[in-house]
């Protein structure tokens, strides 16, 4: 059974940074691809960063810059990086983990962690 535990949220103010960590277990990592996606209030959940398989990464456009996805294949974990943080940046935070050909939607999700940026 995979298990996700996320770390690292947080409150901080427009300009500030924030590091999220999530560590699985339950699966062999290396080979799945993993993710970041958030979700505020009133809006539907979105994908922020991921990384495939030996860490080909895509973001967001609206995090592009700002936010920095690694993975870490021999600790079974991915931590997502987060500088200028924004106010609309606010949300809860999950990480995702699927296996290739397959959708996040189908993946394991972390219980969450909750990102608030002050103006």
């Known amino acids: 059974q995979v298990q996700l535990v996320e770390s690292g949220g947080g409150l901080v103010q427009a300009g500030g940074s924030l590091r999220l960590s999530c560590a699985a277990s339950g699966t062999l990592f290396s080979i799945n691809t993993v993710g970041w996606y958030r979700q505020a209030p009133g809006k539907q959940r979105e994908m922020v960063a991921t990384s495939a398989t030996y860490g080909r990464a895509n973001y967001a456009d609206s995090v592009k810059g700002r936010f920095t996805i690694s993975r870490n294949n021999g600790k079974n974990t991915v931590t997502l990086q987060m500088n200028s943080l924004k106010p609309e940046d606010t949300a809860v935070y999950y990480c995702?983990?699927?296996?290739?050909?397959?959708?996040?939607?189908?993946?394991?999700w972390g219980q969450g962690t909750q990102v608030t940026v002050s103006s």
């Open positions: 995702v983990l699927w296996f290739p050909g397959t959708s996040p939607e189908s993946g394991s």
